[in-house]
């Protein structure tokens, strides 16, 4: 389990290594989910604050009959596209943290922003993305609230889980995190350095 996460590492990280299998990569992901569920292992939010580059996802698929969702593939992101999570402290008195989510994709480059809360008992980190900024070859061409987010923002932390989005960590490690989302996903990030 270990040595396909670590593979699945370098090849993220890295432009020379090969990439393990997306199944194996699956497997070890639920694998690991299961160990960090049975020990009970409980993180902080210090433990995620930094960059983190999104390098592979499974996605989900909706079964109709049995109204669950299943995992989907899991699959490596290309090296040209640029996801990016950041974990960061409060702002504010009010705050617990703050996330921003990046996307780049050639001259576009797409910045979400909003409040965080982790639920340390439980390894969720709640969020919600209440402000954008959008660049174009860096020139930045609108930046402000979206779909209400100022109210939003106001009332996150009165919220309950039910209402948030969520990811659901189960690896934390000096390079790498990994997650569940909400939707049922599992993603994998790597350590940006930056």
Do not use: C
Request: proline share 3%.
């Amino acid at each position: 389990m270990y040595l396909t996460l670590e593979q699945a590492f370098e090849f993220i990280s890295t432009s020379s290594s090969t990439s393990p299998k997306p199944e194996a990569v699956v497997e070890a992901l639920l694998e690991r989910e299961k160990i960090t569920k049975q020990a009970k292992e409980r993180y902080k939010y210090s433990q995620l604050l930094g960059n983190w580059r999104l390098g592979f996802t499974t996605g989900t698929k909706k079964i109709k009959r049995q109204g669950g969702v299943i995992l989907g593939a899991g699959k490596f992101l290309p090296k040209w596209v640029n996801i990016q999570i950041s974990y960061s402290q409060a702002e504010s008195e009010q705050e617990k943290g703050r996330v921003e989510n990046s996307v780049e994709l050639g001259p576009l480059k797409i910045i979400l922003t909003g409040p965080v809360l982790f639920w340390e008992n439980r390894n969720i980190l709640a969020f919600d993305f209440t402000r954008m900024q959008l660049y174009f070859s860096g020139l930045r061409i609108y930046q402000g609230y979206i779909r209400g987010g100022k109210e939003r923002e106001t009332k996150f932390y009165q919220q309950n889980l039910k209402e948030q989005a969520f990811f659901t960590y189960f690896l934390v490690q000096k390079n790498y995190i990994a997650a569940r989302g909400k939707g049922g996903g599992l993603a994998l990030w790597t350590a940006t350095g930056t």
